[in-house]
């Protein structure tokens, strides 16, 4: 189930995006003004609204950190904010002087994109605040961008309905028509597909358009092999223009938003999960936090709802065994206050921050440490949170078998024993993809492309290494 939690209305105008660090959410607005908020209990901060922009306040995001914050408006600026006191750190002039829509940091840092309404592109170093390269388009406005997450390309849409692919260099690696009516959003899931043979990397990445469709494309690239954008499904769920598209940190769940206030929730990019519409109008803008259970939408209604996933439609999304196990276990402090919260035990927030319970902290706790070290005297609520704990650690053994994932076929989802590799890149058990290949037509069980050859090569490096495994931990 998701529930929502809590309903920001201090905008004057519309929400035009929304963005999460690990402590922080912030918004912008129409209304020339950007907002932070505390993830712990959504309240404002002190320095809460940051205020330089002379016109509307059209993307914003939070560097890797955390710690700054970029902001872009029509006013033709690009912004960075210290998130920790609101002090404004550099202030970038695009050189055409147009409006800026969009601005995106890569995933080291170093660099921060900006795309303005005349298709002109400006890669910035964000470390010294100086221009580094610049390029345009050739048709319509930059709406969206995306780095891929190793940092070494990124894409851009623009109103003419184009995918645009660079290299850090600012070098244009492909063009495309993607969607008619033109681009809204783009979004990288943060997972690889696969680290496939020869150091292929695949990325899915999904775009959304006036066209009404949300469409999931497959992206390859090395300096070696170079570039293939190959596109794969168009999800259906939507009956009007999609104007934002996000993934789950976890890679597992997509989310979008359309004209008609809905926002409609992927599993895996492809059933529905959940359709949200407590908004009254256009949703611009939707967000996932990285490693927590919450989601945020924006609208042109003038509020930022904020959604809690609980654990069971966590599960339900994930598609490998051991990521709920990885998942708790790096919860942060704040990730273990959301998680009591969600469970009723919203009282425990301060004794749990008290005492610095993480996520491994939490799977550990006992009866003795509940009554001794975090002094909590009712023996009802010890017995409700040791309930709640068991049930969490239920979830994360059900989910978890402790084998590599490496080992495992992504078919059957147990350890090989006849690993063999198909033409996709991928190891699979060999009586399993056989049988996949003669009621699949070809098509990849990881990618849902079509493989170039049936051929199935005995994989007798993996082999022997799940039996090196097997003995050294079946003894």
């Known amino acids: ?62 560097s890797p950190s955390g710690r700054i914050l970029a902001s872009c408006s029509t006013d033709g600026t690009t912004v960075l904010w210290n998130t920790e006191n609101g002090q404004m750190l550099a202030v970038m002039e695009q ?18 994109t900006s795309g303005a309404a005349d298709g002109t592109l400006v890669l910035w170093n964000a470390q010294s605040y100086k221009l580094y390269r610049c390029g345009s388009v050739k048709d319509g406005s930059l709406v969206a961008c995306a780095f891929s997450p190793n940092g070494s390309f990124f894409v851009t849409g623009s109103s003419c309905g184009d995918l645009t692919v660079w290299d ?30 020869q150091g292929l990397q695949f990325f899915r990445l999904a775009s959304c358009g006036q066209d009404c469709q949300v469409k999931i494309w497959i992206v390859s690239f090395t300096h070696i092999l170079g570039f293939e954008l190959k596109y794969k499904s168009t999800l259906s769920g939507h009956c009007a223009p999609v104007l934002a598209c996000a993934f789950s940190h976890d890679g597992q769940m997509l989310v979008s938003g359309e004209c008609k206030a809905a ?98 902290e939490l799977l550990s706790l006992t009866k003795e440490s509940l009554a001794d070290d975090l002094k909590i005297e009712s023996l009802g609520l010890r017995s409700k949170v040791l309930r709640k704990i068991e049930e969490l650690r239920t979830k994360v053994k059900s989910l978890s078998s402790g084998i590599p994932d490496e080992f495992v076929c992504p078919i059957t989802r147990e350890l090989m024993k006849d690993p063999v590799i198909a033409s996709d890149g991928y190891s699979y058990e060999k009586e399993a993809i056989e049988n996949w290949i003669s009621k699949k037509k070809r098509t990849s069980p990881m990618t849902n492309l079509v493989l170039p050859s049936a051929v199935l090569t005995p994989n007798r490096t993996l082999k022997m290494a799940i039996n090196r495994w097997l003995e050294t931990h079946q003894k």
């Open 1 to 62: 189930m998701v529930k929502l939690i809590h309903t920001l209305a201090d905008h004057g105008d519309d929400v035009n995006c929304c963005a999460f660090s690990f402590s922080l959410l912030a918004t912008c607005s129409l209304d020339k003004t950007i907002r932070l908020y505390s993830l712990h209990d959504f309240t404002e901060l002190p320095h809460s609204p940051l205020k330089f922009h002379t016109y509307a306040v059209h993307c914003c995001c939070f």
């Open 95 to 112: 050189p055409s002087g147009s409006p800026v829509r969009v601005c995106q940091f890569s995933p080291d840092s170093r660099c921060l």
């Open 168 to 197: 850090d260099k600012m070098r244009c690696l492909h063009s495309e028509k993607a969607h008619d009516l033109g681009i809204t959003c783009c979004d990288f899931s943060s997972q690889p597909v696969s680290d496939g043979e």
């Open 263 to 360: 926002v409609v929730v992927f599993q895996n990019t492809e059933n529905i999960l959940h359709t949200l519409t407590q908004h009254t109008r256009y949703v611009t803008t939707c967000a996932f936090a990285p490693n927590t259970l919450l989601l945020a939408t924006g609208s042109m209604d003038k509020t930022v709802n904020i959604w809690q996933f609980d654990l069971e439609t966590l599960c339900q999304a994930r598609s490998t065994e051991d990521q709920l196990k990885q998942f708790t276990e790096d919860w942060s402090e704040e990730d273990v206050s959301t998680w009591l919260c969600a469970q009723d035990l919203k009282d425990l927030v301060g004794i749990f921050k008290m005492n610095n319970i993480d996520g491994k």
